[in-house]
């Protein structure tokens, strides 16, 4: 079992940048693929962003590509997404999210564990 935390959401001006975290526990961490998720207001959840277990291998929307950066660190059992120039369509609830999975996978059907979320807010 897996248990997830997010931190670091806030408000940020558009053009900004955010950093967020997620804990997870258990020792299990690297044999996930991890993801992060949002759901802004009105709207359905969307894939952001994944890393493979090892850390080698990412994928990105492409609303996001070239802006935003998902990294992991097994030791510290954390994955982070560094987000840069954001814009006011980044607002959402950002989830974390872990699937056991080898490769790349955006489905989030295919994800065991979620985080509760934390929100995002750009203002233009």
């Known amino acids: 079992q897996v248990q997830l935390v997010e931190s670091g959401g806030g408000l940020v001006q558009a053009g900004g940048s955010l950093r967020l975290s997620c804990a997870a526990s258990g020792q299990t961490f690297s044999t996930y693929a991890m993801g992060w998720f949002r759901r802004a207001p009105g709207k359905e959840r969307e894939f952001v962003a994944v890393i493979t277990r090892s850390g080698g291998n990412t994928a990105y929307a492409d609303s996001v590509k070239g802006r935003f950066t998902i990294s992991r660190d097994n030791a510290k059992n954390t994955v982070s997404l560094q987000m840069n120039d954001l814009k006011p369509e980044d607002t959402a609830v950002y989830y974390c999210?872990?699937?056991?999975?080898?490769?790349?996978?955006?489905?989030?059907?295919?994800?065991?564990?979620w985080g509760q979320g934390t929100q995002v807010t750009v203002s233009s």
């Open positions: 999210a872990a699937a056991y999975y080898r490769g790349i996978v955006q489905d989030s059907s295919a994800y065991n564990h």
